[in-house]
């Protein structure tokens, strides 16, 4: 072979330069002229060479040898390669054709490996791939059905890829013989598919995708009979078993499962009751995998847990519940960030289950006890420390930032004893760092543990620091909190800071000690300024040094430094020694040098002022500050808020909720001091408006921890509202998912809020339960006491009493007289009589309260005599009468018809200078009633309307409408509705009232009155709920019950009287039909009221 000569490698280099595209034909072409059998060749190539260099516009003229190559020359070459490429092409598809009609003719041998893994392509065969490749996978059409028909007809497999559609169509076309026709098919051609399975599971899944796994089930079974060749394999089982899970069959799904050890069918099923929503069903599952200890690995549990959660912790919970027996193997990572999420969730159930499951995963991870100590160190309990004993022995190591953190936590819940367990720790690894200890003193003073914080100087020492300025600042100042004044002074000098605030914490040091020259000698030695000479005349003033105090104020006022907090100082101080002159003059003074005052000058002022009980000096005070535009604060509000609950007269709490509501941008709820001062006002004065108002605030803007005093207030407020479930979900989150133990005030407000609800006994429970550890007193048992003698239980009162005096207590009045009206609600006259005589022989004199008991005990049981008796002697003691004795007696003169003492304690009462009460007027108004002199009664009511001071309320204007009926007088009832609105402060009438009227017309057969009436109430009802402003469904259908103004008998007589008077099916029966529809009610049709959902 010969090289090309330079000529054809230019030529070469110039075409693969110039037409990189035409490379291929070039690199052919190379392979061929390397042969070089002749020149011709040679020719042809470098020709193509000048063809392709032209199509780029480039002329290029070859030569070879010293003869220039011209076009005519290279043609015959040209033709001579056609002619051999044509050549070689012709026997090509002459053998292929010989081969075609050699295998049609079954001429040639057959190779059995060869039939196995490529079958005949019938013509059955080939239109099932053309199908195929103009139909999308899953999708069937009409063809698939004429190849089915053709391949029946022909006695021909389908193919394995057509199966599926085929019979898909065929099962939409005729389900009832489709079936068979599939069996016939598998079983007849099982040979003619290299894997009988694979078109057996092709068949099924059309099956189950058209007629459900119940028939794909009885097709795998018939074929299974027929042919053994046929036979299910690991993949059947699965489409099987996602099919009946998909479709939620728990019963065949575990069937099916019941003999099978492979985990993949497990978590098949639970996959498919997942994607069926049955979380239950994929909870069995699973479970079933663990008792049987097959792995299925942590996805299929997570998958599980993650569609729990995504429909809400609660349905977590019941997912954990169902699977927290056995052990399951979860994902670290999910049950981790389950954790992180529900750091304080509310729910200690949820928690608890998570703590479960995470604990009994195989191995320690990290990941998991992180969150779960976080959240434990929240809790005052041991488990953080158990928690973190188990992760540190099983090898996992807690980092600084672990520990530094987990400390904070502790301190915030004050779980010391992991406080303890953490510092251990660190000691035993040497890992002690100056961070660490300012950390473990901010967790010891934020617990008021000023000792131990001061004691963490020595271990700082000891450990090798020096601790910095600023937690020098600190020590001084916990050691002068704690007295420790010795200690203060020398934290001080080692600090060998010049720190105003050091000096200042001196100063405090001194003043504790009262030592008030060590304190002004401490002035001198500083380099003073504003605040040092203010903290110096705070310790003046508080050990009554006032000339000192002034003193300092004449030299700071030289000096330059007196501001306003030095004349705040000595005004509070002359304040506190309730020297108002001197006060006076100091606010004077303040003026005088130029300086305004703020609301906390007029703060002290007015705190005197209340102190010594002169209301009217703080509305005076209150006045002079909105003339001088100083803004009242927290403070003034929350002093205010004490007028509010002190003063006898509604006109000066009136003034003080005026001056709440008055400041708009005031933020109650987040001054824990102010929330529960105004908490307390409301409770004192009952107003239910406000109350439910700041109620609502509270829940919607809670950011602050609940102090125990404030849980105690929250459910006293709850309680007045008789709102229970509120009452319940405060305690919980106090003693459940705070850990907070109560004190003896919180649970007494617990067991008063469980015993005005009537639930008795679950207070009894509760005492019980916390008894020891909550130190108990009288007031505790006397509330049971109460308790009991609300549901006239004078045998459980009794039992308590000796429980009480068991343990030690003293019976007081309170006690006494609950115990007394327990008896006296039972009947058991006799032994309240006794329990009086014990009550004075242990010097506990009864008041008025305690006679009422008794006195009511007899009016009860109709003996007036005895009660009129009790009453004299009452008076012979002294003691005075109230409006409540007074009415306990009327009530049972007017109940036994006693018309005549009832006229004698009327006069009794104007003779006592007793005011009469709403409650008061109502008894009288029933008295006229019965002895039929409605005017009698009419005439009571106006006059105590007349009366500017009162406020009737709905109950009179019930007892009214009452007497009216009584007294055959329908027209003069319904004349009481407008009265009643003409009263001065009155609300109205309310449901007792407006049903008591319907009853009343529809029991006289004024059918249109009666319905009249109801759309006024319903009216009522509508307005009522559209002046709400609370959206909680819970507490709108509270609403919805408080304002259904008609009751269920009232509804009944007038569904009754309406049909008979022919008025349902009529404008006024169809109005009244669409308001009650509008509230949830409906009219009952057989005496009975149907209460739709609200």
Same mark, same amino acid.
């Given at each position: 072979l010969k090289p090309f000569d330079t000529e054809t490698n230019r030529a070469l280099f110039l075409s693969f330069s110039l037409a990189p595209s035409r490379a291929p034909t070039f690199n052919s072409l190379s392979s061929f002229g390397i042969c070089q059998k002749s020149i011709f060749y040679r020719k042809a190539f470098l020709t193509m060479s000048s063809m392709v260099m032209n199509t780029n516009s480039i002329n290029l003229t070859m030569a070879v040898g010293s003869q220039e190559s011209s076009l005519s020359d290279l043609l015959p070459p040209v033709h001579g390669l056609f002619d051999i490429l044509f050549d070689e092409v012709s026997w090509i598809i002459f053998g292929f054709l010989a081969i075609q009609v050699l295998l049609r003719a079954n001429l040639l041998p057959k190779v059995e490996f060869l039939s196995k893994l490529s079958p005949p392509r019938s013509r059955v065969s080939a239109r099932a791939g053309k199908l195929q490749s103009h139909t999308k996978p899953g999708e069937t059409s009409p063809d698939h059905l004429a190849l089915w028909k053709d391949a029946q007809r022909r006695n021909e497999a389908v193919s394995l890829n057509a199966l599926k559609p085929c019979a898909q169509a065929l099962?939409?076309?005729?389900?009832?013989?489709?079936?068979?026709?599939?069996?016939?098919?598998?079983?007849?051609?099982?040979?003619?598919? &290299?894997?009988? *399975?694979?078109? $057996?599971?092709?068949? +099924?899944?059309?099956? !189950? %995708?058209?007629?459900? &796994?119940?028939? *794909?089930?009885? $097709?795998?079974?018939? +074929?299974e009979n027929? !042919? %053994?060749?046929?036979?299910?394999?690991?993949?059947?089982?699965?489409?099987?078993?996602?099919?009946?899970?998909?479709?939620?069959?728990?019963?065949?799904?575990?069937?099916m499962l019941g003999g099978s050890t492979e985990a993949r069918h497990f978590a098949v099923a639970i996959r498919g009751f997942l994607r069926a929503s049955d979380l239950y069903s994929a909870s069995a599952v699973l479970v079933c995998t663990a008792q049987r200890?097959?792995?299925?690995?942590?996805?299929?549990?997570?998958?599980?847990?993650?569609?729990?959660?995504?429909?809400?912790?609660?349905?977590?919970?019941?997912?954990?519940?169902?699977?927290?027996?056995?052990?399951?193997?979860?994902?670290?990572?999910?049950?981790?960030?389950?954790?992180?999420?529900?750091?304080?969730?509310?729910?200690?159930?949820?928690l608890r289950a998570l703590e479960d499951i995470s604990l009994r995963q195989p191995g320690h991870h990290y990941c998991l006890y992180e969150p779960l100590l976080k959240i434990h160190a929240k809790k005052r309990t041991t488990r953080a420390v158990e928690l973190f004993l188990m992760m540190t022995s099983n090898g996992l190591f807690a980092s600084e930032g672990l520990c530094g953190k987990l400390l904070a936590l502790s301190g915030e819940s004050e779980n010391f004893a992991f406080v303890e367990a953490i510092m251990k720790y660190l000691r035993e690894r040497e890992m002690l760092s100056l961070s660490i200890f300012k950390t473990l003193m901010k967790v010891y003073a934020s617990a008021g543990k000023y000792e131990e914080a001061c004691d963490l100087h020595d271990d700082v020492l000891e450990a090798g620091f020096e601790p910095d300025q600023v937690m020098y600042g600190?020590?001084?100042?916990?050691?002068?909190?704690?007295?420790?004044?010795?200690?203060?002074?020398?934290?001080?000098?080692?600090?060998?800071?010049?720190?105003?605030?050091n000096h200042i914490w001196l100063i405090r040091s001194a003043g504790q000690e009262g030592d008030v020259d060590r304190a002004i000698q401490a002035l001198r030695e500083s380099k003073a300024d504003a605040a040092i000479y203010n903290a110096t005349m705070d310790v003046c003033v508080s050990k009554n040094r006032f000339q000192e105090a002034e003193m300092l104020l004449k030299e700071a006022k030289e000096l330059g430094f007196a501001n306003l907090i030095s004349y705040n100082t000595l005004l509070k101080g002359y304040c506190a020694a309730s020297d108002i002159a001197k006060a006076r003059r100091t606010l004077k003074q303040m003026a005088e040098a130029g300086i305004s005052a703020d609301s906390a000058s007029y703060n002290c002022l007015l705190g005197v002022a209340i102190s010594a009980g002169n209301f009217?000096?703080?509305?005076?005070?209150?006045?002079?500050?909105?003339?001088?535009?100083?803004?009242?604060?927290?403070?003034?509000?929350?002093?205010?808020?004490?007028?509010?609950?002190?003063?006898?007269?509604?006109?000066?709490?009136?003034?003080?909720?005026?001056?709440?509501?008055?400041?708009?941008?005031?933020?109650?709820c987040e001054d824990d001091i102010l929330f529960n001062t105004v908490l307390d006002a409301l409770i004192a004065r009952q107003d239910y408006h406000r109350l439910g108002r700041l109620l609502n605030e509270y829940r919607s803007s809670r950011t602050t921890k609940t102090s125990v005093h404030t849980y105690g207030l929250l459910i006293k407020a709850y309680s007045l509202l008789r709102q229970t479930e509120p009452i319940t979900q405060l305690w919980r989150e106090m003693v459940e998912t705070r850990q907070v133990v109560p004190n003896t005030i919180t649970l007494s407000c617990y067991l008063d809020a469980l015993v005005s609800s009537k639930q008795v006994g679950k207070a009894t429970a509760v005492f019980q339960e916390w008894k020891g550890r909550v130190a108990t007193n009288t007031i505790l048992y006397a509330t049971l006491i109460k308790g009991f003698a609300t549901v006239g239980d004078a045998?459980?009162?009794?039992?308590?009493?000796?429980?009480?005096?068991s343990e030690g207590h003293q019976m007081n009045l309170v006690a006494y007289t609950s115990l007394i009206d327990a008896q006296a609600r039972g009947g058991e006259m006799e032994k309240a009589t006794e329990l009086l005589a014990t009550m004075e022989k242990e010097g506990c004199d009864p008041n008025v309260i305690t006679f009422s008991a008794i006195i009511k005990g007899h009016c009860m049981q109709g003996n007036l005599q005895a009660a009129f008796a009790m009453f004299e002697k009452m008076l012979g003691r002294g003691l005075k009468a109230d409006a409540v004795l007074f009415n306990t007696l009327l009530d049972g003169c007017v109940r036994?018809?006693?018309?005549?003492?009832?006229?004698?304690?009327?006069?009794?009462?104007?003779?006592?200078?007793?005011?009469?009460?709403?409650?008061?007027?109502?008894?009288?108004?029933?008295?006229?009633g019965k002895r039929r002199q409605l005017d009698q009664a009419f005439a009571v009511v106006r006059a105590a309307a007349e009366d500017r001071s009162r406020r009737l309320d709905a109950q009179i204007g019930t007892c009214l409408v009452s007497a009216c009926f009584l007294n055959q007088a329908p027209e003069r009832a319904l004349g009481v509705l407008p009265e009643m609105r003409r009263w001065l402060g009155s609300s109205g009438p309310d449901a007792t009232t407006y049903s008591t009227l319907v009853l009343g017309l529809a029991r006289q057969n004024m059918g249109r009155e009666a319905t009249e009436v109801a759309m006024e109430a319903l009216s009522s009802c509508n307005s009522s709920q559209r002046g709400s402003h609370n959206n909680n469904h819970r507490q709108q259908q509270q609403q919805h019950q408080q304002y259904a103004l008609l009751s269920e008998e009232a509804l009944a007589q007038l569904a009754r009287v309406m049909q008979k008077q022919g008025l349902l099916q009529k404008e006024l029966g169809i109005r009244l039909q669409s308001r009650l529809e509008a509230v949830g009610l409906a009219l009952p049709k057989t005496g009975y009221v149907k209460r739709q959902q609200y």
């Open positions: 099962l939409g076309c005729n389900s009832k013989t489709a079936l068979n026709q599939l069996t016939t098919h598998l079983s007849k051609h099982a040979e003619s598919y &290299p894997q009988p *399975a694979a078109a $057996l599971n092709a068949v +099924v899944e059309g099956v !189950v %995708s058209t007629d459900g &796994p119940e028939a *794909a089930l009885s $097709l795998v079974q018939n +074929v027929s !042919v %053994s060749k046929v036979q299910r394999n690991g993949k059947t089982v699965e489409l099987l078993i996602e099919a009946f899970a998909r479709k939620g069959d728990k019963d065949q799904v575990l069937s200890k097959i792995a299925v690995g942590p996805r299929a549990a997570g998958e599980l847990l993650r569609a729990a959660q995504a429909k809400g912790w609660d349905e977590l919970l019941r997912v954990l519940g169902l699977i927290s027996d056995d052990e399951v193997e979860a994902p670290v990572e999910i049950l981790a960030k389950f954790l992180n999420e529900c750091q304080s969730p509310g729910d200690a159930a949820l600190c020590l001084v100042k916990f050691a002068v909190k704690c007295n420790r004044s010795e200690l203060s002074r020398k934290l001080a000098r080692d600090s060998k800071s010049t720190d105003v605030q009217a000096d703080v509305w005076s005070l209150l006045d002079e500050m909105i003339k001088k535009s100083i803004k009242p604060d927290h403070y003034t509000v929350s002093i205010v808020m004490k007028v509010a609950k002190r003063s006898h007269s509604q006109q000066d709490a009136a003034k003080a909720f005026e001056l709440l509501d008055a400041l708009h941008g005031l933020k109650v045998a459980s009162a009794m039992e308590m009493y000796k429980q009480l005096q036994h018809s006693g018309f005549e003492l009832a006229d004698a304690l009327l006069e009794k009462m104007h003779d006592c200078s007793v005011k009469p009460t709403n409650f008061t007027t109502s008894i009288e108004v029933k008295m006229w």
